[in-house]
């Protein structure tokens, strides 16, 4: 009896597994049968928009022919009106020189027949009279009319082979594409902004520039936030939790049309933004607070960030728009806490790079040097935790290794902390005007 007992067991419990196989099995069917639906939503959508784009392209280009022709045909009309008043004119003037003659002969010859037919007493008088004006009005002075191979003969030229080209040119005017040549790939959530990287997807495309677009969820435009040849870009002044929608589209290589949009994808950060904090007599802030402006302020101390937002595994990036004179002391990095009263972050629990190169850390000068920031440098920190626990033959019980990147060279190096710091403070620190820095 207890064998049957817990073989009804064993096969209840084999059925409670069984039902709840057929369970999940049944929602990841309705799942993928959603996918299916969205797919088929995306074909016929896509096709409705396509033929739309479709129609009303041609026809665009249907009215813009047609008033180009007009246009055309409009400008040889008043040619040939050109041309046919500036030829008739000389020959209108010849006529009236003609007929004006004609009137005058017909004159003549009444006045002669009138003298022939006088009586004898006034005749010869008459006839003299008549000889006279004959004489003065030279008979023998005809007009010169010119002839037929002298004067325009008008004719239009229409050379047949622009419809041949006009042909050949719609029929491979446009293309129907399946799918874009570019997708978007991968989103990386940053302080205020999104890593947003993209890829070719079609193995004959060969990409000139891409173009890279967002927009609000809410909002009802797309507009360009770069162009140009990488395959990534961050966007800042993005607010944290909001949906974004992006997309990307490339322009092949000797080629003046973009390619159709990827697929739309969103992307939101969770990270607040990097911001410095307000109220130091010498710096100016910009109204988001994430740019720092070093000011003719005479006071002199180190900008720190509003609260320690930097995390170990992060990338942290200083942006140099402006340069002014540099000095040694000069600071930027990151700190285990805000100490006021210092001119520089070269100081205990502080790592950072001077605007020379110089790279220092807990206050002392590495041997390693990066190369001096310039306009337009960026330099970036990287940490990642490398011991946390008992106390190393160094004194700290806490290390993190550091990453200092700027043009294109970095260093590396472990720094020892007494204590464990799961965030960080920023910094900076210019002993002269005319600096100005963006953080991300």
């Known amino acids: ?140 002075s005809l007009p010169e009319v010119p002839s037929l191979v002298d004067v325009p003969c008008l004719s239009a030229q229409l050379d047949d082979c622009l419809l041949t080209i006009l042909k050949n040119e719609i029929f491979r005017h446009g293309t129907v594409a399946s799918r874009p040549p570019v997708q978007l790939e991968e989103f990386v959530e940053k302080p205020g902004g999104i890593l947003v990287r993209w890829c070719k997807v079609d193995d004959d495309f060969v990409p000139q520039d891409y173009r890279l677009q967002y927009r609000k969820s809410t909002a009802s435009h797309f507009e360009d936030v770069y162009v ?73 101390g180190v900008l720190y960030s509003k609260a320690p937002t930097y995390f170990c595994g992060q990338t942290l990036t200083f942006r140099i728009e402006t340069v002014g004179q540099p000095d040694r002391r000069d600071s930027l990095g990151v700190c285990v806490e805000q100490q006021n009263g210092y001119d520089s972050l070269q100081r205990d629990k502080a ?24 306009s337009g440098s960026t330099v970036t920190f990287d940490m990642e935790v490398v011991q946390l626990g008992p106390s190393s033959n160094e004194g700290g019980n806490f290390k993190l290794r550091v990453t200092i990147s700027s043009n294109n060279r970095e260093v590396v190096f472990d720094w020892v902390l007494d204590q464990c710091c799961v965030s960080l403070y920023f910094g900076c620190s210019f002993s002269y005007p005319g600096w100005k820095v963006l953080v991300f």
Request: aromatic share 4%.
């Open 228 to 300: 140009g040849s990488e395959t990534e870009f961050i966007v800042l002044h993005i607010d944290p939790n909001v949906d974004y929608q992006f997309r990307v589209c490339a322009r092949g290589d000797g080629r003046q049309e973009w390619s159709p949009w990827s697929v739309p994808q969103i992307g939101r950060t969770t990270l607040v933004p990097h911001e410095w904090t307000t109220g130091l007599e010498g710096y100016s802030l910009s109204s988001r607070r994430n740019i720092a402006l070093r000011n003719d302020s005479q006071s002199c």
């Open 351 to 374: 790592v950072c790079i001077s605007t020379n190169g110089a790279v220092f850390v807990n206050g002392k000068e590495m041997t390693n040097q990066l190369p001096a920031v310039t």
């Open 1 to 140: 009896q207890k064998g049957a007992e817990a073989e009804a067991r064993l096969l209840l419990q084999e059925a409670r597994e069984s039902i709840e196989a057929a369970r999940s099995y049944r929602r990841e069917l309705r799942h993928r049968l959603g996918g299916l639906q969205q797919a088929r939503q995306q074909i016929r959508e896509s096709a409705t928009l396509t033929r739309d784009v479709l129609e009303q392209h041609f026809n665009d280009l249907k009215g813009t022919l047609k008033k180009l022709l007009d246009e055309r045909l409009m400008s040889l009309l008043q040619e040939v009106d050109a041309i046919e008043q500036e030829s008739i004119k000389p020959l209108d003037e010849c006529q009236k020189l003609i007929e004006h003659g004609v009137s005058t002969a017909d004159d003549l010859l009444q006045e002669g027949e009138s003298a022939v037919r006088g009586d004898v007493g006034q005749q010869n008088e008459k006839l003299c009279n008549f000889t006279k004006k004959a004489l003065h009005i030279q008979l023998d």
